[in-house]
T-cell receptor, first 112, second 115 residues
Framework: DAKTTQPPSMDCAEGRAANLPCNHS???????VYWYRQIHSQGPQYIIH???NNETNEMASLIITEDRKSSTLILPHATLRDTAVYYC?????????????FGAGTRLAVHP | GAGVSQSPSNKVTEKGKDVELRCDPI?????LYWYRQRLGQGLEFLIY????????KSGLPSDRFSAERTGESVSTLTIQRTQQEDSAVYLC?????????????FGDGTRLSIL
């Protein structure tokens, strides 16, 4: 199973870009990188995912390095409501279905 | 549209009692997953349903834990003879397809406290 490594915590000023790194050096060629976040007392919320190319949606951008060994989630203009634990996950394919393995994540604190 | 719904949102019970936790997935979602999250920790996979079948029960911690799904819709996770170590948030997720890169969508969980 591909493991991910994330810093335990990060700070970001409101209105600035938050760049959250993730290392996944043992990722296989057909494994996607997913990002979820979890705000206190809520279930994980899907943010974005990608395989090789950079991706962007209304919430965030995902930058994946060419060797696919690391990625960065970018929240372009962080708000106080973006304070959460952010999980970088490499989806494990097991018997054709997807089992998400969550690590400890990065606790992002957005401050005024 | 409606997301994944779980009930109850909170459950407090005495050690030794049985509990049932319910998950209503997003309509039409074929795949359904149960996870457990202990305080301050990441998610642990418990069981996966493809339709009404459970091809992977490898995460269930003991034979006190069981789950079923009916009508390719509602799922129930049952914990018998609860122990204090069962205290956790139990999360349910669903996705449209079994295969492919469809993301899983989570409910807000049931917070289970065993006294």
């Amino acid at each position: 199973d591909a493991k991910t490594t994330q810093p335990p915590s990060m700070d970001c000023a409101e209105g600035r870009a938050a760049n959250l790194p993730c290392n996944h050096s043992t990722i296989s060629g057909n494994e996607y990188v997913y990002w979820y976040r979890q705000i206190h007392s809520q279930g994980p919320q899907y943010i974005i995912h990608g395989l090789k190319n950079n991706e962007t949606n209304e919430m965030a951008s995902l930058i994946i390095t060419e060797d696919r060994k690391s990625s960065t989630l970018i929240l372009p203009h962080a708000t106080l409501r973006d304070t959460a634990v952010y999980y970088c996950i490499v989806r494990v394919r097991s018997g054709g279905y997807n089992k998400l393995i969550f690590g400890a994540g990065t606790r992002l604190a957005v401050h005024p | 549209g409606a997301g994944v719904s779980q009930s109850p949102s909170n459950k407090v019970t005495e050690k030794g009692k049985d509990v049932e936790l319910r998950c209503d997935p997003i309509s039409g979602h074929t795949a359904l997953y149960w996870y457990r999250q202990r305080l301050g920790q990441g998610l642990e996979f418990l069981i996966y349903f493809q339709g009404n079948s459970a091809p992977d029960k490898s995460g269930l911690p003991s034979d006190r834990f069981s789950a079923e799904r009916t009508g390719e819709s509602v799922s129930t996770l049952t914990i018998q003879r609860t122990q204090q170590e069962d205290s956790a948030v139990y999360l349910c997720a669903s996705s449209p397809l079994v295969y492919g890169d469809q993301p899983q969508h989570f409910g807000d969980g049931t917070r289970l406290s065993i006294l």
